[in-house]
């Protein structure tokens, strides 16, 4: 299964256009403060501390044109 997922053994880009990724991270940020009150203190830092959670341009090299 994963050579038909994953030809050549590397990872299919997205097709997530920027503006989509925009409104997700967006649209989403309510719901990850709310999942950040149940973690402990040191993972909810780490999680404040990951982009990927909280800006679109953390996905910025995976972008579709």
């Not at 997922?5 to 590397?10: E, I, Q, S």
């Not at 999942?35 to 830092?45: A, G, K, M, P, V």
Request: without cysteine; positive net charge; aromatic residues 10%.
């Amino acid at each position: 299964m994963l050579r038909r997922l994953m030809p050549g053994g590397k990872a299919a880009p997205w097709a997530v256009p920027r503006p989509l990724a925009e409104n997700i991270v967006r649209d989403m940020r309510a719901e990850n403060e709310g999942l950040s009150r149940w973690l402990t203190e040191s993972d909810r830092e780490r999680m404040r501390a990951d982009t990927r959670w909280w800006a679109a341009d953390a996905y910025a090299h995976h972008w579709s044109q």
